[in-house]
């Protein structure tokens, strides 16, 4: 019986652990996502000079087409993430922030 309690204990930690570190994961993903996104040089206003955005199009000779990661990253740029891209970003998130809580056990505090 005390072996089934422990488990059980152990279980809930865990569980609950898991849930915070991928709730973490959910809030902090997309404003992750947003500075990447920036850093490479896909700003609000257009690329920037001497970016790997800047380089990125040099590749393409100025030439967007629509559906490309070029345009993507663009316009997230442009833009921002926007309902969806904020619900997936969120959602990669929590899912790893869980996978490493459940791989790394009670290792992760």
């Given at each position: 019986?005390?072996?089934?309690?422990?488990?059980l204990?152990?279980?809930?930690?865990?569980?609950?652990?898991?849930?915070?570190?991928?709730?973490?994961?959910?809030?902090?993903?997309?404003?992750i996502?947003?500075?990447?996104?920036?850093?490479?040089?896909?700003?609000?206003?257009?690329?920037?000079?001497?970016?790997?955005?800047?380089?990125?199009?040099?590749?393409?000779?100025?030439?967007?087409?629509?559906?490309?990661?070029l345009?993507?990253?663009?316009?997230?740029?442009?833009?921002?993430?926007?309902?969806?891209?904020?619900?997936?970003?969120s959602?990669?998130?929590?899912?790893?922030?869980?996978?490493?809580r459940?791989?790394?056990?009670?290792?992760?505090?």
């Open positions: 019986m005390r072996y089934l309690e422990e488990s204990g152990n279980w809930k930690s865990g569980t609950s652990g898991a849930i915070t570190i991928g709730l973490k994961r959910a809030i902090v993903a997309p404003i996502v947003s500075a990447i996104i920036y850093v490479l040089g896909f700003g609000t206003g257009d690329i920037a000079a001497g970016s790997f955005a800047s380089w990125y199009m040099s590749l393409h000779k100025s030439i967007i087409v629509r559906g490309s990661l345009s993507i990253l663009q316009s997230l740029g442009a833009s921002g993430l926007g309902t969806l891209g904020i619900s997936i970003s959602s990669f998130g929590a899912a790893i922030g869980i996978l490493i459940v791989i790394g056990g009670s290792k992760l505090n």
